[in-house]
């Protein structure tokens, strides 16, 4: 993944820096934080750097998951300047995009502490990049929902349509899953519940309901399946969600339109 994304920014060679800066030159930097945020990816940035020039020297002042203020130094480098030049671009992108995950899934996370609901990713990542955005998530105190298709046994709506119903797409899973996978069933109203306890299923996916809704459906399940609030919960009042009695609500958002945190990379002068 990394070596790719070396491999994407540089092509056939960084002509600028190999132009403009003599091959002995050594530099000095800081990353700073140009606004507040929970950091993340710090290995991600060291091992980029190692894999342009092993002389390349990088030490964290924060760990992944910290909170940082801004103006923050969250790691200082050292080494050959065309390599740190070369790499900087790839290991700010990595920085800032988990960075930036980080940071809106504790924004997330603070939003319902005292309430028994927790914050769970979804499998809407970037292509290639969802192990560290996940990562990003579980830093940030959210938790991982399936990591790829055979994690579990999620029946949504298209499946449920082509099945037929909950009950023949549950009863199928249940013969063809293993025994160890959940089963967990989208519903968009009080029958779709009805049916998929009915059918025994251990996780049920509240889908797109108002806050009224969520609560009569947390009443009617009655401790029977876990409950999962989805749909546009990015867009939420995630305490009043959590409030409703919910134990997961799953976000999109955490990963698929996060804003990028605003770091950046500043060379030391000699006097500095």
């Known amino acids: 993944m990394l070596v790719a994304s070396l491999h994407e920014d540089v092509g056939t060679g960084d002509i600028t820096t190999q132009s403009t800066i003599p091959e002995d030159t050594v530099i000095s930097g800081r990353f700073i934080a140009k606004e507040p945020g929970v950091i993340c990816g710090l290995p991600v940035v060291a091992r980029v750097f190692e894999l342009v020039d092993p ?3 990088l030490k964290a002042c924060f760990s992944d998951g910290d909170l940082v203020e801004k103006g923050s130094v969250i790691a200082k480098i050292s080494g050959p300047a065309r ?4 790499g900087e671009r790839v290991a700010l992108n ?3 995009r988990l960075s930036g995950i980080a940071t809106r899934t504790r924004h997330c996370v603070d939003a319902v502490r005292g309430t028994q609901a927790v914050i769970a990713d979804t499998r809407k990542t970037t292509p290639g990049l969802r192990v560290l955005e996940k990562y990003a998530v579980k830093t940030a105190g959210g938790v991982n929902h399936r990591f790829n298709l055979a994690d579990g046994v999620l029946i949504k709506d298209n ?4 099945a037929g119903s909950i009950t023949k797409a549950v009863e199928s899973a249940r013969f063809h899953a293993p025994h160890t996978l959940k089963i967990e069933v989208e519903a968009e109203n009080f029958d ?3 049916e998929a306890l009915a059918c025994r299923a251990d996780i049920i996916m509240l889908d797109n309901m108002t806050l009224g809704e969520m609560a009569q ?3 009617r399940i009655g401790g029977r399946a876990i409950v999962e609030a989805s749909g546009n919960m990015g867009q939420k009042d995630l305490l009043a969600v959590a409030k409703t009695g919910v134990d997961i609500i799953s976000i999109g958002a955490l990963t698929h339109t996060v804003r990028a945190m605003d770091i950046s990379l500043r060379f030391q002068k000699a006097d500095e």
């Open 55 to 57: 002389q390349i020297q």
């Open 192 to 194: 779709m519940i009805d």
């Open 83 to 86: 390599g740190i030049l070369t």
């Open 159 to 162: 499946h449920i349509n082509a």
């Open 94 to 96: 990595f920085l800032q």
């Open 217 to 219: 459906a947390v009443a």
